[in-house]
């Protein structure tokens, strides 16, 4: 059925790699690349190489940033009191744009899901625990989603930081 070039079909098996998009998406995209002038294909090349060589966690938060700190963390002007723990650096962001928040964020990189062979060692636990360790911090707020392996996140982590009096 392929009678693509191999460079274009490898860059459509690329395409198709990504959630929600099959190969049918994944060819229009990758034939949407070859009508880009060479410079705008380019860039998004580019984008791609930088977005995954400079972007890495914040070493305090774990969110996504392209400093050693994330400028959350090094905000002066918040609550290092409290803690909103989320699911992703997506979460962040929906939070941020409320507005209303002015506490820190700690960010698990996925919620412990025995059915996906997740486990809570995969998780930004143990750098969560650091955190929590020479008192500054008071309140711990859970912001994982309402789903079943939401709600077994935040039970574990209940479990594990009581006893650390927060
Ligand atoms: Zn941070």
Redesign the pocket.
Known sequence: MAYNPAPLERLIEHFAKFNGIGRKGAARLAYQVLTMDASQAMAFADAIRDAHTKVHR??????F?DAE??????DGGRDGSTILVVESPQDVAAFERTREYRG??HVLHGLISPVDGITADQLAIRELLARLQDGTVKEVIMATNPTVEGEATALYLSKIIKPLGV
């Open positions: 914040c070493s305090i938060c774990q969110s940033t700190v994330c400028p959350i963390c090094s820190r964020y």
